[in-house]
């Protein structure tokens, strides 16, 4: 597994790096995002460790430009600790948010599982799912297909949306699709859901303040509707 650190400290780049090579990852590093950019684009990577604060052009903006030619799972780090910055973070594409300071031990950690949870397939009873309102959930390709254009999500928002079409009309709380997304061990606040649910619905509704496809159910979760745009 090929992984990107992108760091513009070099205390922690090297520190992390030592810890994930010493798991058996192979990682490269960066300290502004041109560089990053540059390096992605010329080199498969499995995996990226995005600085919020960089010299030049932001984490943020690194983050977005990558989630334009890419699902590849990026985890932040940041100095920010604000719920409202945690949400940002995860509703420009990223896939887990870590704030400093931190344990080394715990980014390896947070790497492995992102890596398991994007890597495993959200619907696993069927390779590809057509539904009525014109989605198509293809789990070999990975992809999402809308009216035959297809439509890029995120590994977070593919995990999301597969779980949510798996079972139509079923209801899912933020906390049972936080569990499905993040694990057991997650300990921040389930309304990150609802930034990828946003993210989502401008990416597959027609209107996305007015879905058909991912429906609200008022003071509980979400569902998925299946008979949207008959």
Do not use: W
Request: net charge negative; glycine share 6%; hydrophobic share 40%.
């Amino acid at each position: 597994m090929r992984i990107l650190l992108v760091d513009d400290e070099k205390k922690i780049t090297t520190v992390l790096k030592a810890y994930l090579q010493q798991e058996g990852f192979q990682v490269s590093t960066a300290v502004n995002g041109l560089i990053a950019l540059t390096m992605f684009k010329e080199n498969p990577f499995d995996l990226l460790i995005l600085d919020l604060m960089l010299p030049g052009m932001s984490g943020t903006e690194i983050c977005t430009e990558i989630r334009k030619i890419s699902s590849v799972p990026i985890i932040i780090l940041t100095a920010k600790i604000e719920e409202e910055d945690r949400i940002q973070g995860l509703s420009i594409g990223a896939d887990d948010y870590i704030t400093k300071p931190f344990s080394p031990r715990e980014v390896v950690a947070r790497v492995r599982a992102v890596l398991r949870r994007t890597s495993s397939d959200t619907a696993p009873l069927a390779d590809v799912v057509a539904y009525d309102n014109g989605l198509t959930i293809d789990n070999i390709q990975h992809e999402i297909r809308l009216h035959n254009q297809e439509v890029s999500l995120t590994p977070t928002e593919f995990k999301i949306l597969g779980a949510l079409a798996k079972h139509p009309g079923r209801v899912y709380s933020r906390g049972q699709l936080v569990e499905i997304v993040q694990g057991h061990n997650f300990d921040g606040d389930d309304r990150v859901i609802d930034a990828h649910i946003k993210k989502i619905r401008q990416k597959i509704e027609t209107t996305s303040s007015d879905p058909k496809i991912i429906m609200t159910v008022y003071g509980i979760g979400y569902k998925f509707n299946p008979n949207s745009g008959e």
